[in-house]
């Protein structure tokens, strides 16, 4: 069983910053990837970032060069950097763990197995 908690969410204004960290429990070790969601009141959740074991990672376009996804595996945990934050990426942030994958998929933006309960992330003018 994992167990993933988020934290570092909260009231940021546009243009700021903000920095979520993950800490999963359990064995992960074997984990293929990591990554982090979000969902907007009244939209389907999506795909944010996501990295590895290998630390390739991947970005939703929409965050691509604001948002920086890394790991630690001594720590168990993943983080997610957020920078020059607008109104649109208000939503609440989840952190998932993808167990397996196959070899000869290169997407891992998808088919996440566990979940963290999320944080909220609200972006004011």
């Known amino acids: 069983q994992v167990q993933l908690v988020e934290s570092g969410g909260g009231l940021v204004q546009a243009g700021g910053s903000l920095r979520l960290s993950c800490t999963a429990s359990?064995?992960?070790?074997?984990?293929?990837?990591m990554g982090w969601f979000r969902q907007a009141p009244g939209k389907e959740r999506e795909f944010v970032a996501a990295?590895?074991?290998?630390?390739?990672?991947q970005y939703a376009d929409s965050v691509k060069g604001r948002f920086t996804i890394s790991r630690d595996n001594a720590k168990n945990s993943v983080y997610l950097r957020m920078n020059s934050l607008d109104l649109d990426d208000t939503a609440v942030y989840y952190c998932?763990?993808?167990?397996?994958?196959?070899?000869?998929?290169?997407?891992?933006?998808?088919?996440?197995?566990?979940w963290g309960q999320g944080t909220q992330v609200t972006v004011s003018s």
């Open positions: 998932a763990v993808k167990w397996r994958h196959r070899v000869s998929a290169p997407d891992f933006t998808t088919d996440y197995d566990y």
């Open positions: 990295i590895n074991w290998s630390s390739s990672t």
């Open positions: 359990g064995r992960t070790l074997n984990a293929y990837a």
